[in-house]
């Protein structure tokens, strides 16, 4: 039972390149949440989403950031323009969802994005 | 003030020590607790997770939790130098929120 995937694993863009971070969640997880970690800092959530619909953005940095979760294929989380206060290890997180409860989150490796 | 206190650390402790990791919130909305062991350039990963104050364990792993002192704690028995790793406390709250917040973590080293 393969875990949650992200890729890439690490990522370099120069500043007002586009990112695009991928994250595949859990056979059987519906839900998908994504967190930034910054350098000598904590994770902070950024994004709570199921197929096809947005559920918390309250994290999200107002512009420049979006995350989709299509009916078929990954959660993307795309950052345009980036900016060297964007290098971070984003990680994405997905859960089951079963009797109107979210249960426990389970976290993939992360990807490392480097803005030169 | 941060909703989630954890002392940084790092903290080193002979193998075989028993280890105990502290956080303190200040929300009392907080209802779910969990711990997450965090390797080096790595995702967390799940450790304990409970909803209710008292104590449950998991092999060498004990959660603690204290809701009335918004108190949590993660005592480690017989560590291991595969133990040495960043501890996350994390919290969510009730109802429909379900972002977690993390604490800073704590830095753990195990010498063997």
């Known amino acids: 039972n393969a875990g949650v995937m992200q890729n890439p694993r690490h990522l370099v863009r120069r500043r007002g390149q586009e990112a695009r971070l991928r994250c595949s969640p859990m056979?059987?997880?519906?839900?998908v949440y994504w967190y930034r970690q910054l350098p000598e800092e904590g994770l902070k959530f950024m994004v709570y989403?199921?197929?096809?619909?947005?559920?918390?953005e309250s994290g999200m940095p107002k512009e420049r950031f979006s995350a989709e979760f299509p009916k078929e294929g990954p959660s993307i989380l795309r950052i345009q323009q980036v900016v060297r206060g964007d290098s971070a290890a984003y990680f994405c997180?997905?859960?089951?969802?079963?009797?109107?409860?979210?249960?426990?989150?389970?976290f993939g490796p992360g990807t490392r994005l480097t803005v030169t | 003030q941060k909703e989630v206190e954890q002392d940084p650390g790092p903290l080193s402790v002979p193998e075989g020590a028993i280890v105990s990791l502290n956080c303190t919130y200040s929300?009392?909305?907080?209802?779910?607790f969990m711990w997450y062991r965090q390797y080096s350039r790595k995702g967390p990963e799940l450790l304990m997770y409970?909803?209710?104050?008292g104590n449950k364990e998991d092999g060498r792993f004990t959660a603690q939790v204290d809701k009335s002192s918004k108190y949590i704690s993660l005592f480690i028995r017989d560590s291991q130098p595969s133990d040495s790793a960043t501890y996350l406390c994390?919290?969510?709250?009730?109802?429909?929120?379900?972002?977690?917040?993390f604490g800073s973590g704590t830095q753990l080293t195990v010498l063997p």
């Open positions: 056979k059987g997880h519906s839900h």
């Open positions: 994390v919290l969510r709250q009730s109802g429909s929120a379900r972002q977690l917040t």
């Open positions: 989403l199921q197929k096809e619909n947005i559920i918390d």
């Open positions: 929300n009392s909305a907080f209802q779910y």
């Open positions: 997180a997905s859960s089951p969802y079963r009797d109107g409860k979210a249960y426990e989150q389970y």
């Open positions: 409970t909803y209710s104050s």
